[in-house]
């Protein structure tokens, strides 16, 4: 899978800078009896912000997009689910508080997807992959870009150092996190030459809320998200990012059409005009700010801003959301 994808590579490597000297990475003091206890104030705040996350992970919902219902298993021509997936776990571990761009001025004479990443809270999530990959990022002290982690996590790289980077079986282990979550099941079919696992629904309510969330956002003048208090409860953070990828994710997989088949051709046309348009204004930070030309989530832009301001998104965990996306829409089957 490597002749329907087009990547950047990323510059030199370079390593964040500090304020001062060391002695002012801890320069907060808090007085607990007759001592004084340093602490660092961003480490703090961390702490104090966990992130409230779904059920579902953005990987197990474009999964959920790309699965035929009753069959259970994706196109066998989509070669591009594979690489997007890799591209999700990085922007997922971004929106968990788990990643970010390295805080370096010099980040900014490179592309966003050319620019270096680095761990913030190694925390495990209790998501395999997400932790898998977060030990690998973590565990490599180079500071490698977006575009870079994406590519070994998909396995497409000539460095045999970094071969074992890799993640392997994203789709069959992303179908099995979801048998475990209740929302597909096992079944075993014959396809003349050999047998395959399929994992056809179990519960329709988590497709649907997925495929909702995503025709709203591409077809309605003004986005109003439909809660479940299941799978996407309204306490979660970064409710109307994780709109957004999920769109970008879907379209960058090849499996958005498959949410789309209902509408009329014309709904159809708009609603891929506008995930166009998604990839255009989220693809770079800051945001663009534009109306969008087809009148629809005319509401969306303010919202973003909103949710950012409220939740105090960091601008570096911002970069790493607009790099992947950048990363999506220089795909082949996109462009």
């Known amino acids: 899978m490597s002749s329907g994808l087009q990547r950047r590579r990323g510059g030199k490597s370079f390593t964040p800078t500090t304020n001062g000297d060391s002695s002012n990475d801890y320069d907060t003091e808090e007085n607990v009896g007759s001592h004084k206890i340093a602490y660092d104030p961003e480490d703090m705040a961390t702490a104090n912000k966990e992130k409230e996350v779904p ?19 994706l196109s066998f021509w989509n070669d591009n689910i594979s690489y997007a997936l890799r591209g999700l776990i990085i922007m997922e571990l971004a929106l968990r508080g788990k990643i970010r761009m390295v805080n370096d001025p010099v980040r900014r004479r490179f ?40 590519d070994l996590l998909s396995g497409e790289t000539w460095n045999l150092m970094k071969i074992n980077y890799q993640l392997k079986q994203v789709r069959e282990r992303l179908a099995k996190g979801l048998v475990d979550k209740g929302v597909l099941k096992t079944e075993r079919k014959n396809f003349f030459l050999f047998d395959m696992a399929t994992h056809p629904i179990s519960d329709p309510s988590a497709k649907k809320g997925v495929v909702s969330r995503i025709r ?35 379209y960058a997989a090849n499996v958005l059409e498959n949410v789309l088949t209902e ?9 891929f005009a506008r995930a166009d348009e998604l990839l255009n204004d989220y693809s770079e930070y800051p945001f663009e700010t534009k109306t ?37 829409s220089k795909m082949d089957s996109i462009i």
Do not use: H
């Open 111 to 150: 592309e966003l997807a050319d620019r270096l990443i680095e761990v913030v809270d190694g925390s495990i999530t209790g998501e395999t992959l997400l932790d898998e990959a977060l030990k690998l990022i973590k565990s490599d002290t180079s500071n490698l870009s977006v575009s870079n982690w994406i």
């Open 263 to 271: 509408l009329s051709y014309e709904n159809r046309d708009k609603a």
């Open 216 to 250: 709203n956002l591409l077809v309605n003048r003004n986005y109003i998200i439909e809660y479940d208090d299941k799978f996407f409860p309204p306490q979660i953070s970064s409710k109307y990012l994780r709109a957004i990828a999920l769109v970008c994710g879907c």
């Open 55 to 73: 059920l579902l992970t953005l990987m197990e919902e474009v999964l959920l997009v790309g699965l035929k219902d009753k069959e259970g298993y």
């Open 292 to 328: 969008s030309s087809l009148g629809v989530g005319l509401n969306l832009q303010s919202e973003v801003a909103k949710e950012i301001e409220t939740e105090g998104t960091s601008e570096l965990v911002l970069e790493v959301f607009a790099a992947v996306i950048s990363v999506f």
